[in-house]
């Protein structure tokens, strides 16, 4: 298995560190989702977050802001390069949020202490999603809450799928995004996705579509599609005319969303919500 397939070598070596060069690209375009992971920390019922899949910290360390310093958050993440750009972000904002390199999916969670686990589309990538969130979910107190993001299908995320689909031609061995988990359609059948949550003990559960307005700094739209997705895991390995030839290409394909100096798109996700209680 190459670095390319092997999520843990892919995370913690090129995949990790494209993330955390690119964090505050990707926290810009992605606030309305931590805004919305965060609401309800702001009702009083909820001391303690676990974020899965919290990447570079961007989601844990806004929970921990809500909270104030009487609050406790916590972030797990396979890769050890975002973890790290997670624990100096929380120490230059001199916050109390607590970050471990593990696997959700396995790791010897704390049981019973969080009121709300949360995940920004880091929930997708599981090999046994039950297996995972039945562990996640003994994490959480008896009253706890699990609120995520995901992404709905590729056909309502153009946007998402275009640079592979506009480089198809020039790599026709490029690595498509599978229809289902693990990756980042994982939960796009709606069906599916209850029966991952029920068969792992959540109770309650809700998944609602959620249109979201997005917007990307036009002069960020090339390392955006050249770094993340599955255009992202081959492109540094071309050669510079190939390199070029995608630019261009994929570049013109993006026009229809450039506006100026942003980059507009919708994505199309669901807010899920479901209860530890039995």
Not at 36 to 61: F, H, K, N, Q, Y
Not at 95 to 104: E, L, M, P, Q, T
Not at 120 to 134: E, S
């Amino acid at each position: 298995m190459s670095a390319m397939t092997d999520p843990i070598k892919y995370w913690n070596g090129i995949g990790g560190h494209a993330w955390v060069d690119l964090q505050s690209v990707i926290d810009d375009v992605f606030q309305p989702f931590t805004d919305l992971l965060i609401e309800p920390c702001a009702g009083g019922s909820v001391r303690s977050v676990l974020d899965v899949g919290c990447g570079a910290g961007g989601t844990t360390l806004a929970a921990a802001r809500r909270l104030g310093a009487s609050g406790r958050c916590v972030g797990i993440d396979i890769s050890e390069p975002l973890i790290a750009a997670a624990r100096a972000r929380a120490e230059h904002e001199r916050s109390s949020a607590r970050f471990v390199v593990g696997d959700a999916q396995t790791y010897a969670l704390e049981a019973g202490v969080f009121d709300l686990v949360m995940s920004r589309f880091g929930v997708l990538f599981f090999d046994d999603p039950v297996a995972a969130f039945a562990n996640v979910r003994r994490a959480a107190t008896v009253h706890g809450l699990l609120r995520f993001i995901a992404w709905r299908g590729p056909s309502e995320n153009l946007f998402l799928t275009t640079p592979e689909r506009a480089a198809a031609q020039m790599l026709p061995n490029l690595e498509p995004r599978r229809p289902d988990g693990p990756g980042a359609f994982a939960f796009a059948d709606r069906d599916e996705g209850f029966r991952i949550l029920a068969d792992s003990g959540w109770s309650d559960i809700t998944i609602q579509p959620i249109d979201v307005a997005c917007t990307l700094r036009e002069r960020d739209l090339i390392s955006y599609f050249t770094r993340i997705g599955p255009l992202g895991r081959v492109f540094h390995a071309l050669d510079d005319v190939t390199q070029a030839r995608i630019v261009e290409t994929v570049r013109a394909a993006s026009e229809p969303y450039v506006h100026g100096t942003e980059v507009r798109f919708t994505a199309a996700c669901w807010l899920v919500n479901a209860g530890a209680a039995s």
